[in-house]
C-alpha cells in the first residue's frame, strides 16, 4: 500500500505465481528449482504431470519442489519449517545421475554470502535478495553459465538507505486508458 497506493499489484504478482513453471533444465545439464527435492519424484518427466495452475499445497511433490532444503545428512528428513523435506548429497547424486544432470540450481535459503556449493559442487543456492527483509546484512548474487557451463557468480549489495524510496506517480500510458 505505501510503496504503490493499492493492494492490487501484490494481488497481481500473487495469482501470477500460480502460474509460473515449477521448475527448469538448463541444455539437459542444470535443474533449476526454487526449494529442492522430492521423495515422490525420481524423474524430471514426473514433474511435467504436475498440474501447475493451482496455489502451492501443504504437502506432496509441488510443495516439496518448492519448500524442501538440501542438508548434510543421508537421506531423506523432516523440514523444521513444516514443509518440503531435508535431503542429503546421496538423495542428490541419485536424482542427477538418474536424470542424467551435472547440478541442481535452487534458491529457497538465505546464504550470507550470496551463494553456496555443496555436495562436491552439484547443488547450489544462490540466494539473489541483498539485505533479505531490510535486515538480514546479506549480500546477493547471480549464477552466470558460459557455453562450457563454468561457473561465475556475480555478487551485490543492497541499495544504500538514501537511494531507496518510494517511486513517484506516473501517469498510466494512453495506451491502457
Given at each position: 500500500?505505501?510503496?504503490y497506493?493499492?493492494?492490487?499489484?501484490?494481488?497481481?504478482?500473487?495469482?501470477?505465481?500460480?502460474?509460473l513453471p515449477?521448475?527448469?533444465?538448463?541444455d539437459e545439464?542444470?535443474f533449476?528449482?526454487?526449494?529442492?527435492?522430492?521423495?515422490?519424484?525420481?524423474t524430471?518427466?514426473?514433474?511435467?504431470?504436475?498440474?501447475?495452475?493451482?496455489?502451492?499445497?501443504?504437502?506432496g511433490?509441488?510443495c516439496?519442489l518448492?519448500?524442501?532444503d538440501?542438508?548434510?545428512m543421508?537421506?531423506?528428513?523432516?523440514?523444521?519449517?513444516?514443509?518440503?523435506?531435508?535431503?542429503g548429497?546421496?538423495?542428490?547424486?541419485?536424482?542427477?545421475?538418474?536424470?542424467?544432470?551435472?547440478?541442481?540450481a535452487?534458491?529457497?535459503?538465505?546464504?550470507m554470502e550470496?551463494?553456496?556449493?555443496?555436495?562436491?559442487?552439484?547443488?547450489?543456492?544462490v540466494?539473489?535478495?541483498?539485505?533479505?527483509c531490510?535486515?538480514?546484512?546479506?549480500?546477493?548474487?547471480?549464477?552466470?553459465?558460459?557455453?562450457?557451463?563454468e561457473?561465475?557468480?556475480?555478487?551485490?549489495e543492497?541499495?544504500p538507505?538514501?537511494?531507496?524510496?518510494?517511486?513517484?506517480?506516473?501517469?498510466?500510458p494512453?495506451?491502457?486508458?
Amino acid at each position: 500500500m505505501r510503496k504503490y497506493g493499492s493492494v492490487n499489484v501484490w494481488r497481481y504478482c500473487t495469482e501470477i505465481f500460480d502460474f509460473l513453471p515449477l521448475a527448469a533444465v538448463i541444455d539437459e545439464q542444470v535443474f533449476c528449482v526454487h526449494g529442492g527435492l522430492s521423495p515422490s519424484i525420481e524423474t524430471l518427466d514426473q514433474i511435467k504431470t504436475i498440474d501447475r495452475k493451482q496455489e502451492v499445497p501443504h504437502d506432496g511433490p509441488m510443495c516439496d519442489l518448492m519448500w524442501s532444503d538440501p542438508e548434510e545428512m543421508s537421506g531423506w528428513g523432516v523440514s523444521p519449517r513444516g514443509a518440503g523435506f531435508l535431503f542429503g548429497k546421496d538423495k542428490v547424486d541419485e536424482f542427477n545421475h538418474r536424470n542424467e544432470i551435472n547440478l541442481i540450481a535452487r534458491a529457497h535459503q538465505l546464504v550470507m554470502e550470496g551463494f553456496k556449493e555443496m555436495f562436491n559442487k552439484t547443488l547450489v543456492t544462490v540466494w539473489s535478495a541483498p539485505n533479505y527483509c531490510y535486515r538480514c546484512g546479506n549480500i546477493a548474487a547471480i549464477l552466470e553459465l558460459d557455453q562450457d557451463f563454468e561457473r561465475r557468480y556475480k555478487t551485490f549489495e543492497a541499495a544504500p538507505q538514501d537511494a531507496r524510496g518510494v517511486p513517484a506517480k506516473k501517469p498510466a500510458p494512453e495506451y491502457f486508458l
